[in-house]
T-cell receptor
Framework: KAGVTQTPRYLIKTRGQQVTLSCSPI?????VSWYQQTPGQGLQFLFE???????NKGNFPGRFSGRQFSNSRSEMNVSTLELGDSALYLC???????????FGPGTRLTVL | TQLLEQSPQFLSIQEGENLTVYCNSS?????LQWYRQEPGEGPVLLVT?????EVKKLKRLTFQFGDARKDSSLHITAAQTGDTGLYLC??????????FGAGTTVTVRA
C-alpha cells in the first residue's frame, strides 16, 4: 500500500498571502488529521476529518481551515499568513476506528 | 502546558550504551503510542500500548505502560546510530483525540 502523500513538500510565501496544502491518505483510511510542528511548540493538533466532516478541532485561529473530499483526500488552507505560521505541516491518516496515526512526510512552509 | 511531559528533552549517548526516555501525565489514557521521527520526515509509529502494566518488546526497544495508564517509558538496549531521532509519545483520550508530548531528541554517536 502506498503511504500518505503530501504536496507540495516545500513552500515559501510572504506575510498576508494564503496557502493550500494537500494530503492523500492511505487507501482505505477515512480519517485524516492535520498537525503543525515547530521547534518551540512541538506537534500541535489542528483538526481531524472523517467522512468529509470535521470531527475534532485543535486550538488554532479561524485562519486555519480544512476540508475533506469524498475520496478521503484532504486539504488545509491558511489565510493571511503570519511569520509564526512557518512550520512543518503534517498530515496523518488512520484506520477506521483506529487512533494510531500514519504520517506523511510533511510540507515545510516558510513565511517571509 | 503539555498534557504529556517527556524527559529528558535531549539525550546524547555512545553507540552500545542503553537509554531510557520517559513520558508522564496526570491524565489517564485509553492507549499510548510511541513514534520516532527522523529529520525531514513524518513520525513513524513504533508501538501502541493499551493495558496498564503492559510491556512490549520490539527487538532492542522495550516499552512499558504504567499501571495507572498515566505514564510510559521507552528503553533502548545497546543503542545504534540508526536509533538517532526524535522520540514522541502520544496519548489517546477516548477514541479520537490524540495529544503528543514535546519529544526527546536522541543522538547516538558512533
Amino acid at each position: 500500500k502506498a503511504g500518505v502523500t503530501q504536496t507540495p513538500r516545500y513552500l515559501i510565501k510572504t506575510r498576508g498571502q494564503q496557502v493550500t496544502l494537500s494530503c492523500s491518505p492511505i487507501s482505505g483510511h477515512r480519517s485524516v488529521s492535520w498537525y503543525q510542528q515547530t521547534p518551540g511548540q512541538g506537534l500541535q493538533f489542528l483538526f481531524e476529518y472523517f467522512s468529509e466532516t470535521q470531527r475534532n478541532k485543535g486550538n488554532f485561529p479561524g485562519r486555519f481551515s480544512g476540508r475533506q473530499f469524498s475520496n478521503s483526500r484532504s486539504e488545509m488552507n491558511v489565510s493571511t499568513l503570519e511569520l509564526g505560521d512557518s512550520a512543518l505541516y503534517l498530515c496523518a491518516s488512520s484506520h477506521p476506528g483506529g487512533v494510531e496515526q500514519f504520517f506523511g512526510p510533511g510540507t515545510r512552509l516558510t513565511v517571509l | 502546558t503539555q498534557l504529556l511531559e517527556q524527559s529528558p528533552q535531549f539525550l546524547s549517548i555512545q553507540e552500545g550504551e542503553n537509554l531510557t526516555v520517559y513520558c508522564n501525565s496526570s491524565s489517564v489514557f485509553s492507549s499510548l503510542q510511541w513514534y520516532r521521527q527522523e529529520p525531514g520526515e513524518g513520525p513513524v509509529l513504533l508501538v501502541t500500548v493499551v493495558t496498564g502494566g503492559e510491556v512490549k518488546k520490539l527487538k532492542r526497544l522495550t516499552f512499558q505502560f504504567g499501571d495507572a495508564r498515566k505514564d510510559s517509558s521507552l528503553h533502548i538496549t545497546a543503542a545504534q546510530t540508526g536509533d538517532t531521532g526524535l522520540y514522541l509519545c502520544a496519548g489517546a483520550v477516548g477514541d479520537y483525540k490524540l495529544s503528543f508530548g514535546a519529544g526527546t531528541t536522541v543522538t547516538v554517536r558512533a
